[in-house]
């Protein structure tokens, strides 16, 4: 039983092709997309830290809606996402949160970049650090954002991870034609 100070959250496995994360969402939206293959424990932790005293209850059903837009998103069908967030951050992160989700599919930006975009020209290490704590992979895309140089830069998921996702998306804008057609 959900209360305020106990509130469930709610999880699935998602394994599709080579892909293999474990999601998360409360009754308000999707709350968190894990590391690929990382174990359960990445998601407990992450729930001990920003939501003390919740309750993980697997739920495979109830995550349907999430599991079937990040499918299409790894099969290039899909370049945005349009289901229910519930994320929790300062108002520096959901700032640069929002900012990430304005980075077009198939393209990148730098820290920089981003910075400039929240009006926050001198707070390039601040926004690295925001990025870092997005706990939505994915579908708030901060794999989308590099270095100055154009090198690859950290991505909770590993940078592994973060350079299939750079692919996916431009094999899919290729694809496509580069439209956004299938949002």
């Not at 999601?23 to 920003?50: H, I």
């Not at 209850?57 to 299409?72: G, K, N, P, S, V």
């Not at 997005?134 to 350079?163: A, E, F, Q, W």
Request: aromatic share 10%; hydrophobic share 40%; charged share 20%.
């Amino acid at each position: 039983m959900e209360t305020k100070t106990n509130p469930v959250i709610y999880w699935t496995l998602l394994v599709h092709e080579s892909w293999s994360l474990y999601m998360a969402a409360t009754s308000k939206g999707l709350c968190y997309v894990g590391s690929l293959n990382k174990p359960f424990q990445e998601l407990s932790d992450w729930a001990k830290r920003r939501f003390p005293g919740s309750i993980l209850t697997q739920d495979d059903e109830r995550l349907q809606l999430y599991t079937a837009e990040l499918i299409e998103y790894l099969e290039g069908t899909r370049s945005a996402f349009t289901v229910p967030f519930d994320f929790h951050g300062t108002s520096f992160q959901l700032a640069v949160w929002d900012a990430l989700c304005k980075i077009p599919y198939g393209q990148t930006q730098t820290y920089s970049d981003i910075a400039d975009l929240i009006q926050k020209p001198s707070a390039v290490r601040a926004v690295g650090a925001a990025i870092g704590a997005n706990p939505v992979l994915i579908t708030v895309p901060c794999h989308r954002v590099i270095g100055k140089d154009g090198s690859l830069t950290g991505y909770r998921g590993g940078l592994d991870m973060k350079t299939q996702l750079l692919q996916l998306e431009r094999e899919s804008s290729l694809t496509v034609g580069g439209s956004q057609a299938y949002a």
